[in-house]
């Protein structure tokens, strides 16, 4: 095939694929199906965000109850009555509220690129998949590493806010462990399941968040007491949990700071309204893709997560 045929079928999008001439309305905006598939699909692509509630909405600014998550909610009001503030506590205790803040992504597809793949059928696929990685990659380490929205100075951590500054933010102050004054990682797991309520905390569904290396520096630590029981823990370097809750690791995360809690209780909503664009540039002989994507973070109920990380004091 003409290398300038695969440049119209990349540019036009004749084939299949998510984005066609259909799926796109004035101004770039995909339409909402189409926008929810690139969720879908972003989300898929990162072992993390597949394990957390990403939800797609419509509207810049977003408030949901999580009725999955609240618990005593249930109350008794006699027929004709209504009930009262203190019987809805709970209940509006699970509303939670995002502002998603528009981000940016541009990629560049050269004509090389264009004719190196010119007899390959997927190469589409390829390039969404790839687009779907790139978006992944970075809501997932924004997701850990994200200190603030105001995009002061450029700085990339202060797109928006994520999850574990969102945490030291939001959760009860009992529930912010400082790690500075622990010695050992079981002191810290130990102090963040003592300050877990028990009504969140179901040992199978709440894993213990780490890093690669705080999670080797754990099992380090528990195979130094000689026990027998593990002596697999020696081969694989692998435990499978801790007091019951599993321990679960993320090369995006912080080390030297760590979650307890259900990880659908991470919340990640997604703008449906997606632009995306792209210009054909025969001077510099590529075509430029920019897709507008808005997204923010937090937590469903602040009070059904502990977080510990060394506060300096």
Known sequence: MDP??????????????????????????????????????????????????????GKIKASFKLMDIASEILVRVTQGGT??????????????????????????LTFDDLRDNKSNPTFETEIETNIAKAFANDLTRLGFRGVGDDYAGNAWGRLNKGW???????????????TAGYTTLCEIFDA???????????EEETPI???????????????????????LARVT??????????????????????????????????LTVIERYREVSGRKRCIDYTYDYSFDFGLGIPEATVIAWDQGY
């Not at 945490?167 to 462990?177: C, D, M, T």
């Not at 968040?209 to 002596?231: F, Q, T």
């Open 237 to 270: 370097g692998k435990l499978p949990a801790y007091m019951g809750h599993p321990v679960v690791s993320d090369t995006q995360m912080v080390t030297g700071e760590h979650t307890l809690g259900n990880l659908k209780n991470f919340w990640m909503t997604v």
């Open 83 to 108: 009930p009262t503030d203190e019987q809805l506590v709970e209940l509006n205790r699970s509303d939670v509220n995002y502002t998603n803040l528009a981000t940016q992504l541009f990629y560049t």
């Open 4 to 57: 300038k045929h695969v440049l119209y079928k990349i540019v036009d999008g004749i084939e299949k694929g998510l984005i066609t001439p259909e799926s796109l309305s004035l101004g770039g905006a995909l339409e909402t199906e189409i926008a929810r598939q690139l969720i879908w699909k972003v989300r898929d692509a990162s072992t993390f965000l597949s394990k957390v509630t990403v939800k797609p909405v």
């Open 192 to 202: 963040m399941l003592d300050a877990l309520p028990d009504k969140w905390n179901v």
């Open 164 to 178: 574990l500054q969102v945490a030291k933010e939001s959760v009860p102050l009992g529930q912010r462990i400082n």
């Open 209 to 231: 968040l780490v890093s690669p290396s705080d999670y080797r520096a754990w099992v380090k630590e528990m195979i130094a007491d000689g026990s027998d029981v593990l002596a």
